[in-house]
């Protein structure tokens, strides 16, 4: 079943609730009413027989219409209407001796004797009683028709409930307005959000949001900021890519041109054609880092899964004697030092190794010739050194922002070795410290609790 | 035609001076800010090309500095970011124009025979004089509709003394136009091209002014 939305549910919960207020309050009404009524009038009525049976009725023919007239005057003045009020004198064997000319000839002269009854007389419901008269040698009854004390209660419950009738449509409309003025805040939220575009990740505007919501409102603008802030890291590194390939673009369109123009010069063709090689390395290895660093990215939250124990000491020697040739080639000295703890035993061990492989490629393509570049891996730490090289405070900084290669590198190089090194150690809760030391410049990866 | 290459990157560098030297010009190469800011200081440059992205100083910096001492070379800017801001920071440093990576070489020519040509006030693309006509777009010589073959330090040669007319060119200037700072110049180098020029197009191309230069006449 569809559900109704939250206003009109609201909204007709309201109104069986206070409807069933409202009859409960209407019922106790008229039952207080009736009783009030019948309190008065029963008191009016014991007194009115009170008064006939302290009459002498020997001598009635003589004062039947001096007493009959004064007692119809004396009820009119009680009661502007008296039709509903009658009376009849019996004598103990039943006789009719006296009554008040209109109903009182109908009233039966037996019947419940000393309390009020309910009887039948000619067609009505009337409410009756009878008293012996202080001489006991009459019955008086009094008796008043019911319908009419009906109508009086009716009167007087009307009166007491049209006000608060008027007050519960009142109510009800306050209520209403208050509910659509109050949902009006939702409902503009619920437009907006409609009406949004795909791409418009700007906050909701929260002005005027009831309390109650504005913990929705909050964490739908923390999603959309989010969601902002990952798609704005996503453009950036989108832009700086393609920037970054535009520089080995370059050069190898201008060292292709050079080759074409040199078919007929060998010496000159063989040295483009050799830049080009050079050209498409740059690419190759550029293209091969950004998939990384996006993979990487892509990956950050799959990866804690994928663990198993590192073996470092396997790691450093395979990557030492990866880059044993380049070392030569620099006549670098690649000394290992795997004697203790690394900062994290248990991983991915493929990415483990890119972090490494980064540091010392690093270490390698930034130092002299003839340097030494050092890898220890113990006391917690993985550290990678290149002696007699220094890196200027100021560029320090700048290490691991993405694609930042101070200028005037002459080695290839993406400038995202140091943000995959980072990267990496993030994952598995390590920071990863520079500085210039004794051993020369040292790149360091270290627990972050530490 | 000499021109001045600061650029940083090894392989975009030797790629532009390779190819321009092979279109006929002189390109003396910079990788430095500093070394490059100083030699258009020292030494005169028909154009200069200047990557924004330099190490030691800031390709803007330098540009800046040059026309605050006067310098009035055009300047030719290589930019890899693609965003307008650059461009237009390049442009109002006084930049006479700019390339944005990745560019052809040809286009590079293109550009910067442009700017020469504004430069000298010569606007048409081709410049016809005693029979002869020359393309700097090209590089092609023609006289009297034959294609000329001639080799690029001559081309550069012609062309110097095409652009020049009715001017006295100095054998030192010439030297220096068509030279960069690492060719090698034998002492009676311009002498040899000129005579080339002579036997190739016409004896009276060019006309040697004693002890001072060369001229063409109109």
């Given at each position: 079943?569809?559900?109704?939305?939250l206003?009109?549910?609201?909204?007709?919960?309201?109104?069986?609730?206070?409807?069933?207020?409202?009859?409960?309050?209407?019922?106790?009404?008229?039952k207080?009413?009736?009783?009030?009524?019948?309190?008065?009038?029963?008191t009016?009525?014991?007194?009115?027989?009170?008064?006939?049976?302290?009459?002498?009725?020997?001598?009635?023919t003589?004062?039947?219409?001096k007493?009959?007239?004064?007692?119809?005057?004396?009820?009119?003045?009680?009661?502007?209407?008296?039709?509903?009020?009658?009376?009849?004198?019996?004598?103990?064997?039943?006789?009719?001796?006296?009554?008040?000319?209109?109903?009182?000839?109908?009233?039966?002269?037996?019947?419940?004797?000393?309390?009020?009854?309910?009887?039948?007389?000619?067609?009505?419901?009337?409410?009756?009683?009878?008293?012996?008269?202080?001489?006991?040698?009459?019955?008086?009854?009094?008796?008043?028709?019911?319908?009419?004390?009906?109508?009086?209660?009716?009167?007087?419950?009307?009166?007491?409930?049209?006000?608060?009738?008027?007050?519960?449509?009142?109510?009800?409309?306050?209520?209403?307005?208050?509910?659509?003025?109050?949902?009006?805040?939702?409902?503009?939220?619920?437009?907006?959000?409609?009406?949004?575009k795909?791409?418009?990740?700007?906050?909701?505007?929260?002005?005027?949001?009831?309390?109650e919501?504005?913990?929705?409102?909050?964490?739908v603008?923390?999603?959309?900021?989010?969601?902002?802030?990952?798609?704005?890291?996503?453009?950036?590194?989108?832009?700086?890519?393609?920037?970054?390939?535009?520089?080995?673009?370059?050069?190898?369109k201008?060292?292709?041109?050079?080759?074409?123009?040199?078919?007929?010069?060998?010496?000159?063709?063989?040295?483009?054609?050799?830049?080009?090689?050079?050209?498409?390395?740059?690419?190759?290895?550029?293209?091969?880092?950004?998939?990384?660093?996006?993979?990487?990215?892509?990956?950050?939250?799959?990866?804690?899964?994928?663990?198993?124990?590192?073996?470092?000491?396997?790691?450093?020697?395979?990557?030492?004697?990866?880059?044993?040739?380049?070392?030569?080639?620099?006549?670098?000295?690649?000394?290992?030092?795997?004697?203790?703890?690394?900062?994290?035993?248990?991983?991915?061990?493929?990415?483990?190794?890119?972090?490494?492989?980064?540091?010392?490629?690093?270490?390698?393509?930034?130092?002299?010739?003839?340097?030494?570049?050092?890898?220890?891996i113990?006391?917690?730490k993985?550290?990678?050194?290149?002696?007699?090289?220094?890196?200027?405070?100021?560029?320090?900084?700048?290490?691991?922002?993405?694609?930042?290669?101070?200028?005037?590198?002459?080695?290839?190089?993406?400038?995202?070795?140091?943000?995959?090194?980072?990267?990496?150690?993030?994952?598995?809760?390590?920071?990863?410290?520079?500085?210039?030391?004794?051993?020369?410049?040292?790149?360091?990866?270290?627990?972050?609790?530490? | 035609?000499?021109?001045?290459?600061?650029?940083?990157?090894?392989?975009?560098?030797?790629?532009?001076?390779?190819?321009?030297?092979?279109?006929?010009?002189?390109?003396?190469?910079?990788?430095?800010?500093?070394e490059?800011?100083?030699?258009l200081?020292?030494?005169?440059?028909?154009?200069?090309?200047?990557?924004?992205?330099?190490?030691?100083r800031?390709?803007?910096?330098?540009?800046k500095?040059?026309?605050s001492?006067?310098?009035?070379?055009?300047?030719?800017?290589?930019?890899?970011?693609?965003?307008?801001?650059?461009?237009?920071?390049?442009?109002?440093?006084?930049?006479?124009?700019?390339?944005?990576?990745?560019?052809?070489l040809?286009?590079?020519?293109?550009?910067?025979?442009?700017?020469?040509?504004?430069?000298?006030?010569?606007?048409?693309?081709?410049?016809?004089?005693?029979?002869?006509?020359?393309?700097?777009?090209?590089?092609?010589?023609?006289?009297?509709?034959?294609?000329?073959?001639?080799?690029?330090?001559?081309?550069?040669?012609?062309e110097?003394l095409?652009?020049?007319?009715?001017?006295?060119?100095?054998?030192?200037?010439?030297?220096?136009?068509?030279?960069?700072?690492?060719?090698?110049?034998?002492?009676?180098?311009?002498?040899?091209?000129?005579?080339?020029?002579?036997?190739?197009?016409?004896?009276?191309?060019?006309?040697?002014?004693?002890?001072?230069?060369?001229?063409?006449?109109?």
């Amino acid at each position: 079943m569809k559900k109704l939305n939250l206003r009109v549910r609201l909204l007709i919960f309201l109104i069986l609730i206070s409807a069933a207020v409202f009859i409960t309050a209407g019922v106790l009404s008229w039952k207080e009413a009736s009783e009030k009524v019948d309190e008065f009038f029963d008191t009016y009525q014991i007194a009115l027989a009170r008064r006939l049976s302290t009459t002498d009725w020997t001598n009635i023919t003589h004062e039947m219409q001096k007493i009959s007239d004064k007692l119809v005057d004396d009820i009119s003045n009680a009661e502007d209407e008296d039709e509903s009020i009658g009376f009849a004198v019996f004598s103990n064997d039943g006789e009719r001796i006296f009554h008040d000319g209109e109903n009182g000839r109908y009233f039966p002269p037996f019947g419940r004797k000393g309390s009020f009854g309910t009887e039948r007389i000619d067609g009505e419901k009337w409410r009756v009683i009878r008293l012996t008269s202080t001489d006991n040698r009459f019955i008086v009854a009094v008796g008043q028709e019911l319908d009419y004390r009906n109508e009086i209660v009716e009167d007087m419950f009307e009166e007491f409930m049209t006000p608060w009738a008027i007050g519960w449509g009142v109510m009800l409309l306050a209520i209403i307005l208050m509910l659509t003025k109050e949902f009006a805040p939702l409902n503009r939220l619920a437009r907006q959000l409609k009406q949004r575009k795909g791409d418009d990740l700007s906050p909701l505007d929260e002005t005027d949001i009831p309390g109650e919501v504005k913990p929705l409102t909050g964490a739908v603008n923390y999603l959309l900021n989010q969601t902002q802030e990952m798609l704005q890291r996503e453009k950036s590194f989108i832009a700086d890519s393609a920037h970054e390939l535009r520089s080995p673009l370059t050069a190898l369109k201008v060292q292709l041109e050079v080759a074409q123009m040199s078919a007929d010069d060998p010496q000159k063709l063989n040295n483009a054609l050799d830049k080009l090689a050079l050209g498409i390395n740059r690419a190759e290895r550029l293209v091969e880092q950004l998939l990384a660093f996006s993979r990487i990215e892509a990956g950050f939250d799959s990866l804690p899964g994928e663990s198993s124990p590192i073996d470092w000491a396997q790691i450093a020697t395979q990557i030492a004697e990866d880059y044993t040739p380049a070392a030569q080639a620099k006549n670098i000295n690649l000394a290992l030092d795997i004697t203790g703890r690394a900062p994290f035993e248990h991983g991915n061990p493929v990415w483990a190794a890119l972090m490494l492989k980064n540091m010392v490629d690093n270490a390698i393509k930034y130092s002299p010739e003839s340097a030494t570049v050092s890898i220890s891996i113990k006391y917690n730490k993985i550290k990678v050194c290149n002696s007699n090289t220094m890196v200027d405070e100021d560029k320090l900084k700048h290490l691991g922002q993405r694609f930042y290669r101070p200028a005037g590198q002459k080695t290839t190089g993406s400038g995202l070795g140091i943000s995959i090194i980072m990267k990496i150690a993030a994952l598995y809760r390590c920071r990863v410290a520079f500085a210039n030391t004794d051993e020369g410049f040292c790149v360091s990866i270290l627990p972050l609790k530490d | 035609m000499r021109i001045l290459l600061i650029e940083d990157d090894s392989l975009i560098g030797d790629g532009i001076k390779t190819g321009l030297e092979n279109f006929g010009f002189a390109v003396d190469w910079f990788r430095d800010g500093n070394e490059g800011h100083e030699s258009l200081l020292q030494a005169q440059y028909d154009a200069v090309i200047l990557d924004l992205g330099l190490p030691g100083r800031d390709g803007l910096s330098i540009l800046k500095d040059w026309r605050s001492r006067g310098k009035t070379e055009p300047v030719l800017i290589l930019t890899a970011r693609g965003d307008v801001d650059e461009r237009i920071a390049g442009l109002n440093s006084g930049a006479d124009d700019y390339l944005g990576k990745p560019f052809s070489l040809k286009e590079v020519q293109a550009r910067l025979n442009a700017l020469i040509r504004r430069k000298s006030g010569v606007v048409v693309p081709e410049i016809n004089y005693k029979g002869v006509t020359f393309n700097p777009q090209t590089r092609k010589t023609f006289y009297q509709g034959k294609e000329i073959t001639l080799s690029p330090k001559e081309t550069a040669l012609l062309e110097l003394l095409l652009l020049n007319r009715n001017k006295v060119l100095s054998k030192e200037m010439i030297e220096n136009k068509i030279y960069a700072w690492d060719d090698e110049v034998s002492s009676n180098a311009v002498e040899v091209h000129i005579h080339h020029l002579r036997k190739k197009l016409h004896k009276d191309i060019v006309k040697t002014i004693n002890k001072i230069g060369y001229i063409m006449e109109d």
